[in-house]
Every structure is written in structure tokens, then in C-alpha cells.
């Protein structure tokens, strides 16, 4: 019924700069909080950046000054500008939203997920 699509990773080297984008469709009444989620062989996800649907930010120390996420309400659309990307970021990349369906079912839905890729 609700369905999360990434796009945006890639691979890009040391220092450079990528846009992710997850965009969530279906029967959606409202959203509240969106987050973004990476995880990497081997290692346990994580949260990466949150934002509420009044738009307060939470990010991971290690992203801190580097990483914004933002989001569009009107467009059910959440995005994480990644800049000055370190080898360290590299992972698969989940959006994660808080959604009421138009059925008044309330849960988290999770999309695909896109690989982003940090070269030295």
C-alpha cells in the first residue's frame, strides 16, 4: 500500500558530494518522522539523519556538518545532501518514514535501499 523509493547513490570519490532522495507513495494520510538508515557488510544499520514533520533534524556524530537531511511534505519526499563523503560512509542507505495509511494502519515502511560508494 505505501512504497519508498531511493534514488540518488552512486559512487563518487573522497570529498565529493551526493544527493539522496526517497519519495513515498500510496495510501498515505500522513507521515511523520523520516529518516535515513545505512548499513554496511558486516555491520549493524544505523541511523544516519532523522527529520519530524515539523522539521527537527537528528544526526549520527559522525555525520554531523557534513550530512543534511530535508524533506518536502507536499511531496511525501525526504533528502539527504551527503557532503565532504569519507571511504568510512560507504554503505547501503535506507529511508525510513513513519506513515498513516488512508486505512489508519500506523507503522514504519522502509525503502530498498541505494548504494553509495566512497572511493580513496
Known amino acids: 500500500q505505501v512504497q519508498l523509493v531511493e534514488s540518488g547513490g552512486g559512487l563518487v570519490q573522497a570529498g565529493g558530494s551526493l544527493r539522496l532522495s526517497c519519495a513515498a507513495s500510496g495510501g498515505i494520510f500522513s507521515i511523520n518522522a523520516m529518516g535515513w538508515y545505512r548499513q554496511a557488510p558486516g555491520k549493524q544499520r544505523e541511523l544516519v539523519a532523522a527529520?519530524?514533520?515539523?522539521?527537527?533534524?537528528n544526526y549520527a556524530d559522525s555525520v554531523k556538518g557534513r550530512f543534511t537531511i530535508s524533506r518536502d511534505n507536499a511531496k511525501n519526499t525526504v533528502y539527504l545532501q551527503m557532503n565532504s563523503l569519507k571511504p568510512e560512509d560507504t554503505a547501503v542507505y535506507y529511508c525510513n518514514a513513519g506513515v498513516r495509511t488512508v486505512v489508519a494502519d500506523d507503522r514504519d515502511y522502509w525503502g530498498q535501499g541505494t548504494q553509495v560508494t566512497v572511493s580513496s
Open positions: 527529520i519530524t514533520s515539523g522539521g527537527t533534524t
